[in-house]
C-alpha cells in the first residue's frame, strides 16, 4: 500500500480516491510540459475503489493543468484481475475526455506494458484517433524512459522499481537495453545547462546572472510581453535541443531565426530545470511547504525571510527573474498570464525536494509561495525594511529595469 502523502488534507474533496496515490504531478519533461503519473499498482481493489470517482479525480486534477501541454506516463505494472476496472469503464473513460484534455496531451509514455494491454490495444483502436495514437510509446525498461524524462524526479513506485529490476534480471547475460545517455564528461568552459550557479559565474567574469538567463529575459520582455499564453506552450523539441546545443557550445543565437517566441520561454524553463539545485535551493523547501501555514496577512513579511537565508548568488538571480515574471503578470490583460498562472509553471522549475519528486499536496504551498514572490515582488525584494544580507544586489543585478549587457553575452546575438 502506497504511503499516505503527509501534505494531503481529509477536507480535499477526493480524499477517498487521492488517498491512495494513484495520480501524482511530478515536475516537467525535458520540453518544459508538467507529468502526470498514473501507476497501477496503487490501485486497491475494485470493490474499494469507487471507478467512477477515480474518473472524476483524473479529470479534477487534469483541469489545473490542461490548458498548458502535459505528458502523461502510465505504469502499468500492478494492474491485476482484482483491481483493474471494466472495459466498458475504459471506453467511457476516453470518450469522457473531450478535445481540451486530448489536444494538449503531447506524450502518453507507457512503462512495463504487457501482452493483455497491446491486445486491449488493438480492441479500442478503432475507437481512438490516428493523431492521438501518434502520442502514445511504449516503454519496456525505465532505462528507456529515462531518455525523455529527468526519472529521479518522477515519484517512481518501489514495486515498479523492483519490477524493472525483474525484467532486467531475467536478461542477465544480454547487453542491456540501448540508451543514448552519455557518460558524465567535464562541462565545458562556456556550458549553460546542469552546471551550478557559481560554475556560471567563475566562466563569464564574475557576472552573477547566468548569460542564458539574461539572454531570453531580455529577448522575451523586448518581444513576448503580449504574447498570449507565454510559457505555457511547448516549442519543438529538435528546436530547443539545437539552442540549447549552440549555447553550451557558445556559439551566437538570434531567436528571430526561429519564429517562435515560445523557444526562448521554453529555454529559459530548461535551463531553471536543469540546475544542480534548484534555485530556491533544497535547504528551503520545508519552510516553503509551511506557508499555507501562515496567515494570510502575514505572508509577504514570511516570504521575505525564507528568502533572507539563500546564498546571495541565489537570491540575486531569483530576484531578476522574478522582477520579469511581475512584468509578465502586470500584462495578463493581454497575455492572460496572472502571477497565479505564471506559479503553476514556474513553481516546480524553482524548488523541487532533494529525494524523489514533489507530491501532489506540495503543489499548493509551492505554487502559493511563487506567486506570492511575483504578486508582491516589489515588498518582498525591496531592499527596506528588516536588515538583511541582500541590500547589495540592487546593483549586483546590473539593476531589475531593461538587463544590461553581461559579459558572458558578448557572444551571443539578442535583436
Not at 495520480?23 to 510540459?33: E, K, S
Not at 556550458?191 to 557559481?198: A, E, H, I, N, T
Request: proline share 8%; net charge positive; with cysteine.
Amino acid at each position: 500500500m502506497a504511503s499516505q502523502d503527509a501534505t494531503l488534507s481529509p477536507s480535499h474533496p477526493y480524499y477517498d480516491v487521492a488517498r491512495h496515490g494513484i495520480l501524482q504531478v511530478a515536475g516537467n519533461d525535458r520540453f518544459g510540459r508538467r507529468i502526470v503519473t498514473f501507476s497501477c499498482c496503487r490501485m486497491p481493489p475494485s470493490h474499494e475503489l469507487n471507478h467512477q470517482r477515480l474518473l472524476e479525480y483524473l479529470k479534477y486534477t487534469l483541469d489545473q493543468h490542461v490548458d498548458c501541454d502535459y505528458t502523461v506516463v502510465y505504469f502499468h505494472h500492478g494492474l491485476t484481475s482484482s483491481n483493474k476496472p471494466s472495459l466498458g469503464w475504459l471506453q467511457s473513460a476516453y470518450k469522457g475526455f473531450d478535445r481540451r484534455y486530448k489536444k494538449n496531451l503531447k506524450a502518453l509514455y507507457v512503462v512495463h506494458p504487457t501482452s493483455f494491454l497491446k491486445v486491449l490495444w488493438n480492441i479500442f483502436k478503432p475507437l481512438i484517433s490516428h493523431k492521438f495514437g501518434k502520442k502514445v510509446t511504449y516503454f519496456s525498461y525505465l532505462s528507456e524512459l529515462h531518455e525523455h524524462l529527468q526519472c529521479d524526479q518522477l515519484p517512481i513506485p518501489p514495486e515498479v522499481l523492483r519490477h524493472d529490476e525483474q525484467l532486467r534480471s531475467l536478461h542477465r547475460g544480454q547487453p542491456p537495453p540501448a540508451t543514448k545517455t552519455p557518460p558524465p564528461r567535464p562541462p565545458l568552459p562556456t556550458q549553460q545547462f546542469g552546471v551550478s550557479l557559481q560554475y556560471l559565474k567563475e566562466k563569464n567574469q564574475g557576472e552573477l546572472i547566468p548569460p542564458v538567463l539574461r539572454l531570453t529575459v531580455t529577448y522575451l520582455r523586448e518581444k513576448g510581453l503580449h504574447t498570449e499564453g507565454l510559457f505555457r506552450r511547448s516549442a519543438s523539441a529538435p528546436t530547443v535541443r539545437q539552442v540549447q546545443r549552440l549555447l553550451d557550445q557558445g556559439k551566437p543565437v538570434n531567436f528571430d531565426d526561429y519564429g517562435d517566441i515560445h523557444v526562448p520561454a521554453v529555454i529559459l524553463k530548461t535551463f531553471l530545470r536543469e540546475l544542480p539545485q534548484p534555485l530556491l535551493t533544497f535547504e528551503a523547501y520545508e519552510q516553503i511547504l509551511g506557508i499555507t501555514g501562515v496567515e494570510s496577512s502575514l505572508r509577504v513579511t514570511r516570504c521575505r525571510q525564507i528568502l533572507q537565508s539563500l546564498p546571495e548568488h541565489n537570491y540575486a538571480v531569483l530576484r531578476y527573474l522574478v522582477a520579469f515574471l511581475h512584468e509578465v503578470s502586470q500584462e495578463s490583460l493581454l497575455n492572460k498570464m496572472t502571477s497565479s498562472n505564471l506559479a503553476c509553471i514556474f513553481g516546480l522549475n524553482l524548488i523541487w525536494p532533494s529525494q524523489g519528486a514533489a507530491s501532489l499536496g506540495a503543489l499548493v504551498p509551492l505554487n502559493l509561495f511563487t506567486e506570492l514572490l511575483i504578486e508582491y515582488y516589489e515588498k518582498i525584494f525591496s531592499t527596506q525594511g528588516p536588515p538583511g544580507e541582500h541590500g547589495p544586489f540592487a546593483r549586483g543585478c546590473g539593476g531589475l529595469g531593461a538587463p544590461q549587457a553581461s559579459p558572458g553575452l558578448s557572444h551571443l546575438r539578442v535583436p
